[in-house]
């Protein structure tokens, strides 16, 4: 088993290295015209779209990573913050999507600051201003991996608005996100932590996804000790909450 988990980290290992060289690589023909030859519009947006794949590629990549070590039982426990939390995985999703409120977002100096530049995007955060700058002690990797996965799902799915609440139970973190898209239909709410699986809105219909999702997000609560509970049905959006022991 253990020579098996250090053939598959050294995998890993092997595919972040080309995507960081290509990835350097776009953002210096990029951020370096001067030094290369300038970029006429067409040709800086298909730059910009190898970018952001590039950067889902390496995502996916750690995740994989991630998910390997939850298999072996790793935790790599360290002290963050809701804040540092909250704002890096936000900046991780909508990097790839929304590039200008990206950029804002890693502007903003306080929870006031961070609020105000979401509220024009339809996202809302929930938090407790004492709480945002104090320290946990978790696997700050698998945390923001599966934060990460239930934003990208409620971005994906809302009709307007998504809400992140992030709270402190007396032994426990809690956070939620929750979309008002068109929801999930009952007998679907086993099928979707299945490997995979993906909803089509429009025809109510599973169809397969890429990557492994809620599956993933599973896996690493499990490992963690954590629980994963959902509230959905058809046209009431739906909310995922996530309950993590310290």
Not at 29 to 34: A, M, R
Not at 102 to 131: N, R
Not at 177 to 196: Q, T
């Amino acid at each position: 088993m253990e020579k098996n988990r250090i053939k598959f980290e050294f995998l890993v290992h092997d595919l972040k290295v080309p995507l960081a060289v290509i990835e350097a690589g776009i953002l210096s023909l990029l951020q370096k015209q001067d030094k290369y030859g300038e970029l006429n519009e067409k040709q800086i947006k298909i730059l910009e779209r190898a970018l952001r794949n590039t950067i889902v590629t390496r995502t996916l990549v750690n995740d994989a990573l991630e998910i390997g070590r939850s298999s072996q039982g790793i935790v790599n426990k360290s002290t963050f913050t809701p804040a540092q939390l909250v704002v890096q995985t936000l900046i991780e999703v909508l990097d790839l999507t929304d590039h200008s409120t990206a950029d804002a977002i890693k502007e903003c100096k306080t929870l006031g600051d961070l609020q105000t530049c979401l509220s024009g995007q339809g996202l809302s955060v929930e938090i407790e201003e004492l709480f945002w700058n104090r320290d946990l002690y978790l696997d700050e990797s698998k945390v923001r991996q599966i934060l990460r996965n239930l934003l990208t799902n409620a971005l994906k799915y809302r009709k307007n608005r998504v809400v992140l609440k992030v709270a402190r139970g007396e032994r426990h973190l809690f956070f939620s996100v929750g979309d008002d898209g068109e929801g999930i239909p009952s007998g679907y709410h086993k099928k979707i932590f299945e490997c995979y699986f993906q909803m089509d809105m429009k025809t109510d219909h599973c169809v397969r996804g890429h990557g492994l999702g809620l599956a993933g997000v599973q896996v690493l609560l499990e490992d963690m000790g954590g629980e994963l509970f959902l509230e959905s049905d058809t046209g009431k959006g739906a909310t995922f909450s996530v309950k993590i022991p310290w």
